[in-house]
Each structure stands twice: as structure tokens, then as C-alpha cells.
């Protein structure tokens, strides 16, 4: 077995009642191995627990506690995950990774692909490096909901744009997962003239017909910086182009929001700013699933600002001081509109875009 270093012990805990210190290592729990998180909070989730532990000293006990149901002891490891997180194994066609520029600090250049990380911080994995075994394993400790990466449903054009033959069978390691189920949100990068188009609407016939196991979905654009050298040729998405996926998307939600009950499908903010479009109401992201992904920020912004400015307007009185705001390119006419608010009521306020020198225009 595995021994597994304790980083600290929490105050007031039931591990430092029972004298369990920095340093000391985790052997067993009820007398399984623990692999990762996973294993560690399936066991710890019982009333009773049996804990081996090894001492500094290389003594080992084996405590009995009666707890709460689900109730942790306290110990805190030097991995969130306990395991190390699982490399991605794709070479992605656009890879936001592979275009940051020089300099930046080491975690920045980590590509996590770990389906551990998708259920407990909704991070995106493509399945491309996991075994039968480890889809199992969602499966029997029911880690759900997780994210993927789906990008395209056609096998073959999934390979070319992730450049993994093992990402081919998308559709059938979502079916298994949603079949037991696990629920799944998906995402897809688009990319002109590679995944958009008719391919798109394919992709979201194929997704929709998994519904409800597959959850929802999120269009991205793709994101360009200014460090792209030697990598895939990609362009951003003219204005035009990106008035016709919200065209497109838009019919899709109309559709499937009379056959299931829900749009399903939804557009990054980024589309509607990229064709100067008004973005939708708040009820259109009906409750947000893909908020993470940039999916209805700016609508969830404004209605929570709108709803706190008429309950705040009669006490918020006028001053002599004045306010500045700095955001990017991008969302510079949107906070502008904000302002305006505030500026109805006497507020000096004023809005600036910064260029952003680090990714590049």
C-alpha cells in the first residue's frame, strides 16, 4: 500500500484528538488502500471508519472512530487530489497553452486533463486518456456531474483537431457515461471553418439526442493570442460569422427548448460581443450551467447590479468624489452601459478599456 505524507491536521479536529501530526502518513481507511480523493472520501463518508497511520517515529496505529455521516477527521495532503492530476495527452489544434507567452510561472503551463478535477472543480477533460477502468470508476462512485470537452461528434474530425487517435469514440464513452447515470456538460470550441456549420449542427443533433444525460452544452469561439508561432493557422470569427452562429444556435434553442424544455445549448458572451449583438435576458440562461465557462456572465452581471441598484438608489447619495472603472476591449461598451446608471443619479463615473499588451490584440 501506498503511504500518503499528511501535510497539516486541522485545529480542533478528530485527527488531532487522537495526537495524529504533520508528517505522519495515511495508510489505509477501513482497510482499503486509498488511491486518490475519490477513494478517501467514499470511505469517510461511513459513520465508523478505521484509519491505519504511520508515526514519524514508523510506529503505526490503527484508530476506530464513530463520527458523523460524511464528516471528515481533518487531514490535509500535500495534493488536493491526494494523486498527482493527469496530464493531458491531446496536441489541440487550438490549445490556449501552447499561445501563452514567455515568462509565465510553471503552473500556468500544467495541462490538467483529469476527470478528478472535472467532478470536484468542474475543470473540462476530453477522455482521451482515460481506460475503461477509469470510466468505471466515475461510474461506480458516481462522480457526477462531470465536463467535457467534445468540440465535434465526428470521430474522425475530432482526431484531426485534437490530434489524438483516442479521441475518436466520444459518442460511445458518452453514451456509457450517461446511461449510468452520470451527467454530463459538455463544451465545444469552435473554430471557423474546421468545426462550425453544418458539422456544428451535427454536433448538436448528436448531443441532444443524449439529453438529459447530457445536460447542456457551451459554444466557445476560439481564443487567439499573439504567441501562435509554428502552431495550427486559426482565425478569430469575423463579425458576420459570429452573427450567423448566433443565428444558428438561436434555431437550435428554439427548437429544442419546445422538444425538451430547455435551450440546451448556449453561446459564450463572447459571440454576442464579437458581432455587436444585445446580449440575451437573464431568464434566456435559465439557471446557468456553464456560468464557469463564460456562459451568461454578463447577463447574470447586470441583473444582479440592476436588482441592487433599485433596492440601494435612495440611500446611495452624490458625492464629491469621482470613480473610474477599467476593463478590457471587449467589455468596455457593455460596463459603459452599467455606468450609466449611476451616472443617472449624480455619480462621477468614468469607464476605460485597457489594451491587453500580455495575449496581444
Not at 163 to 190: C, D
Request: aromatic share 10%; with cysteine.
Amino acid at each position: 500500500m501506498q503511504k500518503i505524507n499528511i501535510k497539516d491536521v486541522i485545529k480542533g479536529s478528530i485527527a488531532e484528538e487522537l495526537g495524529i501530526q504533520k508528517g505522519d502518513k495515511l495508510i489505509s481507511l477501513n482497510g482499503r488502500e486509498v488511491i486518490d480523493i475519490i477513494d478517501y472520501r467514499y470511505e469517510m463518508a461511513n459513520e465508523f471508519v478505521q484509519v491505519e497511520i504511520e508515526k514519524i517515529s514508523g510506529e503505526r496505529y490503527v484508530f476506530e472512530i464513530e463520527k458523523d455521516y460524511n464528516e471528515d477527521i481533518g487531514l490535509v495532503f500535500e495534493e488536493e487530489i491526494i494523486d498527482r492530476p493527469k496530464r493531458c495527452r491531446n496536441k489541440c489544434i487550438f490549445c490556449f497553452i501552447d499561445q501563452l507567452p514567455k515568462g509565465v510561472r510553471k503552473s500556468l503551463l500544467f495541462k490538467d486533463d483529469d476527470y478528478r478535477l472535472s467532478f470536484l472543480q468542474g475543470n473540462f477533460i476530453t477522455l482521451t486518456n482515460m481506460n475503461e477502468e477509469e470510466i468505471d470508476r466515475i461510474i461506480k462512485y458516481r462522480l457526477s456531474p462531470i465536463y467535457v470537452s467534445i468540440h465535434t461528434t465526428d470521430g474522425d474530425l475530432r482526431v484531426r483537431m485534437m490530434r489524438n487517435p483516442n479521441a475518436r469514440n466520444i459518442m460511445e464513452n458518452l453514451k456509457k457515461l450517461v446511461n449510468n447515470g452520470i451527467e454530463v456538460h459538455g463544451q465545444i470550441v469552435l473554430c471557423p471553418e474546421i468545426n462550425d456549420g453544418v458539422e456544428l449542427d451535427k454536433t448538436i443533433k448528436d448531443l441532444s439526442d443524449l439529453y438529459p444525460g447530457v445536460k447542456s452544452v457551451a459554444v466557445v469561439p476560439v481564443g487567439l493570442t499573439d504567441h501562435r508561432h509554428n502552431l495550427y493557422p486559426l482565425r478569430p470569427f469575423t463579425i458576420d460569422e459570429a452573427r450567423e452562429v448566433v443565428e444558428q444556435v438561436s434555431s437550435w434553442q428554439e427548437k429544442l427548448k419546445a422538444e425538451l424544455g430547455t435551450s440546451f445549448v448556449f453561446l459564450s458572451d463572447e459571440f454576442y460581443v464579437m458581432g455587436k449583438l444585445p446580449i440575451p435576458d437573464y431568464d434566456h440562461y435559465e439557471d446557468f450551467p456553464q456560468i464557469e465557462n463564460g456562459v451568461g456572465l454578463m447577463a447574470l452581471f447586470k441583473h444582479q447590479f440592476e436588482e441592487a441598484f433599485e433596492r440601494k438608489k435612495r440611500l446611495m447619495r452624490r458625492n464629491n468624489e469621482s470613480y473610474l472603472i477599467v476593463t478590457g476591449l471587449a467589455a468596455y461598451d457593455f460596463m459603459r452601459g452599467i455606468s450609466q446608471k449611476l451616472k443617472s443619479i449624480g455619480f462621477d463615473i468614468e469607464v476605460v478599456p485597457i489594451v491587453n499588451k500580455f495575449f496581444g490584440k
